[in-house]
């Protein structure tokens, strides 16, 4: 069994991703399974090198240790092109040229016809003229996608339980944005699959793209795995420490003095919570 911690490089460690880190951790020891890093810099409009040390570092210092070497996405993009490749052979992508201003101001004057609950109207799925593939972003056709499983999808958590995957909830998701040539969607499922992740243990705020994730594994022929969301870090007034921009980086607190022992007991103190 294995399992892995995935921060994105956007910034300084905080209270809340150790949070998530720790139950990595905790669940890595308590299974006798594998534990590893990923640092997910697929996004380099947002993701930064020096982050991606001061993670490393961090960690360490917090006595982290992994079972397999760090796994960086920048060095992936073949394997994302591949299952993009296989997707356009599949049909089940198409190119868009929309830009958000467009796509809002779509929105704002017709009528929603299509029975997926998504914020794009589909202009590009249906303009069978455009022949554009460079600069373009790369949607999937979710309905055709869910008529080629043709099977009602699942996915488990890590008591046996199961959830229903609700296609109409996502739409046409871009699986290839036209700034990265890649999305968050596709090079997390490609790499839990490259990197045989069996679990995966993550905040409750990413529970929502479980189902895409399902999708794609699907499509892709990518074994399925078992999904833990984890409640999220409250600070002691309350409020969700899940914001990168509000919660206190670790570099802080250890210039302030704590060390790793101290830190972990606090953030054990705080607890978290479920939203519902
Ligand atoms: N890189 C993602 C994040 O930092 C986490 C991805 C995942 O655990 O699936 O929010």
Redesign the pocket.
């Given at each position: 069994m294995k399992t892995r911690f995935?921060?994105?490089p956007t910034g300084f460690l905080h209270i809340g991703n150790i949070y998530s880190a720790y139950q990595c951790q905790d669940w890595a020891r308590k299974n006798h399974a594998k534990l590893i890093l990923r640092i997910?810099d697929i996004d380099h409009t947002r993701c930064r090198p020096p982050f991606s040390q001061a993670i490393i570092t961090d960690l360490t210092w917090l006595g982290f240790t992994w079972d397999e070497e760090t796994l960086y996405q920048q060095s992936r993009k073949l394997a994302y092109q591949q299952a993009l490749q296989k997707l356009k052979n599949l049909e089940l992508i198409y190119p868009c040229t929309c830009t958000r201003a467009q796509i809002k101001k779509t929105l704002e004057n017709h009528q929603k016809t299509y029975p997926y609950a998504d914020p794009y109207q589909g202009t590009c799925r249906e303009n069978k003229h455009s022949h554009a593939t460079q600069n373009v972003a790369w949607r999937l056709n979710i309905h055709k996608a869910m008529q080629h499983i043709n099977k009602p999808l699942y996915w488990y958590d890590y008591l046996g339980k199961k959830h229903p995957v609700h296609a109409q909830e996502y739409g046409d998701v871009i699986l290839a944005r036209k700034d990265i040539g890649t999305s968050?969607h596709l090079a997390?499922v490609i790499d839990d699959a490259f990197q045989q992740i069996t679990h995966?243990i993550?905040?409750q705020d990413?529970e929502s793209f479980t189902g895409i994730h399902r999708i794609l594994q699907a499509l892709l022929d990518l074994p399925s795995l078992s999904y833990t969301h984890h409640g999220l870090l409250y600070a002691p007034n309350d409020e969700k420490w899940s914001k990168q921009d509000k919660a206190p980086s670790i570099q802080k607190w250890r210039s302030q003095g704590w060390d790793a022992a101290h830190i972990r007991h606090y953030i054990d103190s705080l607890g978290s919570r479920h939203e519902h």
């Open positions: 995935a921060p994105s997910e968050y997390v995966v993550r905040g990413l």
